[in-house]
């Protein structure tokens, strides 16, 4: 799976690659993972499935290079994997979304001993990587972490607690920051690799969610957790930097699960409306619905140039990278947001049961303006950029 995504030239359309990539995701998800969607919802239970199928076709982390075992797959086609799970099922779609943030750090600023540890491992379905960053007492503010790494001789030996992990216990590594030097603030963090095997890791309980319920989200504890020296990914200090070049990758693939959720309860809401019949026609006939759908559809292909277009400067590493990751991220999940309530309003008092997708849907699109930042860090984000003068170059 080594397309290219015209990096060095506009992209107007996808490529037939990335279009071959699109129809042979939608294939393993229609077959092996939607059908079993609102079982994982309604269960709230880990979609093994989902999970035995995208590992079967080589989904479960297609990010990771070729020269480790992996698919290769570029930036946009990783987004368009993505997309494609969360059109039908977004908790789903966290194995390969999780799976890139987890590991991006080691691809990023990893020793070469590091990568050939675990992308292999990772790319043969020998474990999955979560990513531990946000803390009790700091979401927004991550800065504000408390979790420490104190050195010893050839070791660190890492104290303290992380929340909101996405597969939490589920994964077998973890991306780990933590306070090396509590004077210096963001250039006091480092980055750690951590095993679930590791003694004195351990999880919380899973968070009763909205949404996503099939993701399991846990608090992870380090209880004097001993590991190699060599586990740190980049240099002291510099695990700050690499948190947030990574959340500039991988804010994309937020975009990508709000699209894919989006495009979902549209595909949906169109095929009700064509069917359900009042006052002897079909809705879809009304003039008030179809003004409903041609602002959903308008929305939702907005969203998907966007998010490409920010999938593209990903993966040529662009300088106005981190304005368009917030854009895609904070425009496709409002835009998910809106699209799945909609949907629920097309199909009126049944599209606010569970006997209809379209309510999961609405549920599993709110995280999307919450996690890897909320659309309000977002703006922030996407403000400063403006005022800084980085923005695309035309």
Same mark, same amino acid.
């Given at each position: 799976?080594?397309?290219?995504?015209?990096?060095?030239?506009?992209?107007?359309?996808?490529?037939?690659?990335? +279009?071959?990539?699109?129809?042979?995701?939608?294939?393993?998800?229609?077959?092996?993972?939607?059908?079993?969607?609102?079982?994982?919802?309604?269960?709230?239970?880990?979609?093994?499935?989902?999970?035995?199928?995208?590992?079967?076709?080589?989904?479960?982390?297609?990010?990771?290079?070729?020269?480790?075992?992996?698919?290769?797959?570029?930036?946009?086609?990783?987004?368009?994997? $993505?997309?494609?799970?969360?059109?039908?099922?977004?908790?789903?779609?966290?194995?390969?979304?999780?799976?890139?943030?987890?590991?991006?750090?080691?691809?990023?600023?990893?020793?070469?001993?590091?990568?050939?540890?675990?992308?292999?491992?990772?790319?043969?379905?020998?474990?999955?990587?979560?990513?531990?960053?946000?803390?009790?007492?700091?979401?927004?503010?991550?800065?504000?972490? !408390?979790?420490?790494?104190?050195?010893?001789?050839?070791?660190?030996?890492?104290?303290?607690?992380?929340?909101?992990?996405?597969?939490?216990?589920?994964?077998?590594?973890?991306?780990?920051?933590?306070?090396?030097?509590?004077?210096?603030?963001?250039?006091?963090?480092?980055?750690?690799?951590?095993?679930?095997?590791?003694?004195?890791?351990?999880?919380?309980?899973?968070? !009763?969610?909205?949404? $996503?319920?099939?993701?399991?989200? #846990?608090?992870?504890?380090?209880?004097?957790?001993?590991?190699?020296?060599? #586990?740190?990914?980049?240099?002291?200090?510099?695990?700050?930097?690499?948190?947030? +070049?990574?959340?500039?990758?991988?804010?994309?693939?937020?975009?990508?699960?709000?699209?894919?959720?989006?495009?979902?309860?549209?595909?949906?809401?169109?095929?009700?409306?064509?069917? #359900? +019949?009042?006052?002897?026609?079909?809705?879809?006939?009304? +003039?008030?619905?179809?003004?409903?759908?041609?602002?959903?559809?308008?929305?939702?292909?907005?969203?998907?140039?966007?998010?490409?277009?920010?999938?593209?400067?990903?993966?040529?590493?662009?300088?106005?990278?981190?304005?368009?990751?917030?854009?895609?991220?904070?425009?496709?999940?409002?835009?998910?947001?809106?699209?799945?309530?909609?949907?629920?309003?097309?199909?009126?008092?049944?599209?606010?049961?569970?006997?209809?997708?379209?309510?999961?849907?609405?549920?599993?699109?709110? $995280?999307?303006?919450?996690?890897?930042?909320?659309?309000?860090?977002? #703006? $922030?984000?996407?403000?400063?950029?403006?005022?800084?003068?980085?923005?695309?170059?035309?």
């Amino acid at each position: 799976m080594t397309p290219q995504s015209g990096s060095d030239q506009p992209m107007f359309a996808l490529s037939e690659e990335h +279009q071959a990539i699109r129809e042979a995701v939608r294939a393993v998800c229609d077959a092996k993972v939607a059908p079993f969607a609102a079982a994982v919802d309604e269960e709230a239970r880990y979609p093994t499935e989902a999970a035995e199928a995208l590992l079967a076709s080589d989904f479960h982390a297609p990010h990771v290079p070729e020269e480790y075992g992996g698919a290769g797959a570029d930036a946009l086609a990783t987004v368009i994997v $993505i997309e494609e799970v969360a059109r039908a099922c977004v908790s789903s779609s966290l194995i390969p979304a999780v799976n890139k943030l987890g590991s991006l750090p080691v691809m990023i600023a990893g020793s070469d001993d590091l990568k050939q540890r675990y992308l292999p491992r990772l790319a043969a379905g020998e474990g999955g990587f979560s990513y531990c960053l946000s803390e009790p007492d700091a979401g927004s503010d991550a800065a504000a972490m !408390k979790t420490r790494a104190v050195r010893d001789g050839d070791s660190w030996v890492l104290d303290g607690v992380k929340r909101w992990i996405t597969n939490a216990g589920v994964s077998d590594f973890y991306t780990v920051m933590a306070v090396t030097d509590p004077d210096a603030r963001t250039r006091g963090i480092s980055a750690f690799v951590v095993e679930k095997s590791d003694e004195g890791v351990s999880f919380g309980a899973p968070e !009763k969610k909205l949404g $996503i319920k099939g993701s399991p989200t #846990r608090e992870v504890y380090f209880d004097q957790v001993r590991i190699p020296a060599d #586990r740190m990914i980049g240099a002291e200090g510099t695990g700050f930097e690499t948190a947030m +070049q990574t959340l500039d990758h991988t804010r994309i693939t937020i975009a990508a699960q709000a699209l894919g959720v989006a495009q979902g309860a549209l595909d949906f809401a169109l095929g009700y409306a064509k069917e #359900r +019949q009042q006052f002897g026609r079909p809705i879809a006939d009304f +003039q008030g619905l179809q003004f409903m759908l041609a602002d959903m559809g308008m929305k939702v292909e907005a969203a998907r140039q966007l998010t490409y277009a920010a999938a593209g400067r990903s993966e040529r590493g662009d300088r106005d990278l981190t304005f368009f990751g917030a854009a895609a991220k904070c425009f496709a999940s409002d835009v998910a947001m809106e699209v799945t309530t909609d949907a629920v309003q097309v199909l009126g008092g049944y599209g606010y049961t569970r006997d209809y997708p379209v309510e999961r849907m609405m549920r599993d699109a709110k $995280i999307t303006q919450i996690y890897e930042g909320t659309n309000q860090v977002q #703006r $922030i984000v996407m403000a400063r950029q403006l005022l800084a003068g980085i923005q695309s170059e035309l």
